[in-house]
């Protein structure tokens, strides 16, 4: 089993829609979560951290669900320009704090 | 602030070639990552790096990638030779809070690899 997995997608959803994406996790110490957007050809960058209560940051809702062990990403109001690939990151425990990514999901919102 | 500097930004090398990239994380800045992301996949970690020392080159194909940062500010990653499966991008990322990256971290612009 992958120590982080994600769908790989793509997602293709209209302007508007409400899209959420899963990622789960194998290692149950883990103990920080990420989610970081990458677009086509470009670096990831931070989009949220991910707390055990869940945070909000405009039309991003993230959340943590350890007993299942998955994070969860909820965009509202899907805009274009949100069309990109989301990565998530799990800070494994293993001897270091070792970031570990997903393989992404894509998604595209289309007009 | 000034982001991660990397270059080149481009290589097109042919296979057994050398080829070395380098990094310049943001100031004050003591771990540093290089990170390998192959096309359709995540990044993968090759080493990190607190200051000048290795904390974990655990997943470094040691056989033909060496990494250094010898002053505890830039480094850089060679390849030598290169193998057709080294064709990807090479991402330099660095943080601030030690070696938790509870931060979060602070990507490069990368350096696209292609081996032919």
């Known amino acids: 089993r992958k120590e982080v997995e994600q769908d790989p997608g793509p997602f293709n959803v209209p302007e508007g829609a409400t899209v959420a994406f899963n990622c789960t996790y194998s290692?149950?110490?883990?103990?920080?979560f990420f989610w970081y957007r990458q677009d086509c050809r470009k670096e990831p960058k931070l989009l949220m951290s991910v707390y055990s209560s869940g945070n909000e940051d405009g039309r991003f809702t993230a959340q943590l669900n350890r007993a299942s062990q998955y994070i969860s990403l909820l965009i509202r109001d899907s805009k274009l320009s949100d069309s990109a690939t989301y990565l998530c990151?799990?800070?494994?425990?293993?001897?270091?704090?070792?970031?570990?990514f997903g393989t992404g999901t894509r998604l595209k919102v289309l007009a | 602030e000034a982001g991660v500097a990397q270059s080149p930004r481009y290589k097109i090398i042919e296979k057994r070639q050398s080829v070395a990239f380098w990094c310049n994380p943001i100031s004050g800045h003591a771990t540093l990552y290089w990170y390998q992301q192959i096309l359709g996949q995540g990044p993968k970690l090759l080493i990190q790096f607190q200051n000048n020392g290795v904390v974990d080159d655990s997943q470094l194909p040691k056989d033909r990638f060496s990494a250094e940062r010898l002053k505890g500010v830039d480094s850089t990653l060679k390849i030598q030779p290169a193998k057709l499966e080294d064709s990807a991008v090479y991402l330099c990322?660095?943080?601030?809070?030690?070696?938790?990256?509870?931060?979060?971290?602070?990507f490069g612009s990368g350096t696209r690899l292609t081996v032919v």
């Open positions: 290692n149950s110490a883990s103990q920080s």
């Open positions: 990322a660095s943080s601030s809070d030690g070696r938790t990256g509870a931060y979060g971290y602070t």
């Open positions: 990151v799990v800070i494994g425990t293993s001897g270091t704090y070792k970031y570990i």
